[in-house]
């Protein structure tokens, strides 16, 4: 599987960018996607997660009630929706796809198997 996250860019305190992420490859709804962020300096940290069917998904405290996860598995897509945006958001946004992972670990980076490249998230004050 091979992942290409898109939709980052430079947007203000407030407002909303919708992450995309095309899977190439076959039986991309066997995987369990995720997204994951890492601002400079920090570690690569959990932001959100969807399970194969789409059912059920797993967020960090720090997307609660601010991010959405979506999955279109008939266009090999997964979305991430980043509303009222804040400075600590700014990082890279990388997607990810797990394999037949325990939902209790899709928090984890080492559950997932294939990564995007990442796309730059910049929200100004």
């Known amino acids: 599987v091979q992942l290409q996250a898109s939709g980052g860019g430079l947007v203000q305190a407030g407002g909303s960018l919708r992450l995309s992420c095309t899977a190439s490859g076959r039986s991309f709804s066997s995987y369990d996607m995720g997204w994951f962020r890492q601002a400079p300096g920090k570690e690569r940290e959990f932001v959100y997660s969807?399970?194969?069917?789409?059912?059920?998904?797993l967020y960090a405290d720090s997307a609660k009630g601010r991010f959405t996860i979506s999955r279109e598995n008939a266009k090999n897509m997964v979305y991430l929706q980043l509303n009222s945006l804040k400075p600590e958001d700014t990082a890279v946004y990388y997607c990810?796809?797990?394999?037949?992972?325990?939902?209790?670990?899709?928090?984890?980076?080492?559950?997932?198997?294939?990564w995007g490249q990442g796309t730059q998230v910049t929200v100004s004050s």
């Open positions: 969807i399970s194969s069917s789409g059912a059920t998904t």
């Open positions: 990810a796809a797990a394999y037949r992972a325990p939902r209790e670990r899709l928090s984890l980076s080492d559950s997932y198997q294939y």
